[in-house]
């Protein structure tokens, strides 16, 4: 499974971004998925997580209200909507697929990864 993340960029404080990750190379539909995100010095950490279904999602609480995570299954693709971003949401994102049942928070849950999109949210 192959996943290409896309979507960061420069944002200002309040600002919105959604971020897209494209799977290819496996059945979309029988993975778990998550994004995570890494800010410099410090561990990848849990952001949220879809089940293969779409209907249920699991969140950071420090993302709660703000951030959704979405999927097409037609599309292979699963999203990232951020929105009201603040300075501490400055990280590189990375989206991650699993074949464990349920939503994991770890990075061991998940068996694949993509490349990180930046998200810098600066004025």
């Known amino acids: 499974v192959q996943l290409q993340a896309s979507g960061g960029g420069l944002v200002q404080p309040g600002g919105s971004l959604r971020l897209s990750c494209a799977a290819s190379?496996?059945?979309?539909?029988?993975?778990?998925m998550a994004w995570f995100l890494q800010a410099p010095g410090k561990e990848r950490e849990f952001v949220a997580g879809?089940?293969?279904?779409?209907?249920?999602?699991r969140y950071a609480e420090s993302v709660k209200g703000r951030f959704v995570i979405s999927r097409d299954n037609a599309k292979n693709t699963v999203y990232l909507q951020m929105n009201s971003l603040n300075v501490e949401d400055t990280a590189a994102y990375y989206c991650?697929?699993?074949?464990?049942?349920?939503?994991?928070?770890?990075?061991?849950?998940?068996?694949?990864w993509g490349q990180g999109t930046l998200v810098t949210v600066s004025s």
């Open positions: 991650a697929a699993g074949r464990r049942i349920g939503v994991g928070i770890s990075r061991s849950d998940y068996g694949y």
């Open positions: 190379g496996g059945t979309f539909s029988n993975l778990e």
């Open positions: 879809i089940i293969r279904s779409g209907r249920s999602t």
